[in-house]
């Protein structure tokens, strides 16, 4: 069974940053893709930022690109997401999961506020 406990989120003025982190229980983790998505009220969830299993390769949602960057630490069982010039269109609940998403993965997520 696979556990997803997400943190670092709060409240950032914009153009500050955030790191965020996912700590992910069981020994499987390194067998995994993993990756952060968000969600807005009213809007479907949507893909961040993906990582492979060994950290070497990374893909970024185009609203992003330039601006967050995603990690692992396969020793630790954790993905980050450091989050740098954040906008006020970054305000939402940050999520991750396994790439592709399973269902029954899903956290509690953690809130990002951006305020202007």
């Known amino acids: 069974q696979v556990q997803l406990v997400e943190s670092g989120g709060g409240l950032v003025q914009a153009g500050g940053s955030l790191r965020l982190s996912c700590a992910v229980s069981g020994r499987t983790f390194v067998r995994y893709p993993m990756g952060w998505f968000r969600q807005t009220p009213g809007k479907e969830r949507e893909f961040v930022a993906g990582?492979?299993?060994?950290?070497?390769?990374?893909n970024y949602a185009d609203s992003v690109k330039g601006r967050f960057t995603i990690s692992r630490d396969n020793a630790k069982n954790t993905v980050y997401l450091q989050m740098n010039s954040l906008k006020t269109e970054d305000t939402a609940d940050y999520y991750c999961n396994t790439q592709p998403p399973v269902y029954a993965y899903w956290g509690q997520g953690t809130q990002v506020t951006v305020s202007s």
């Open positions: 990582v492979n299993r060994s950290g070497g390769s990374t």
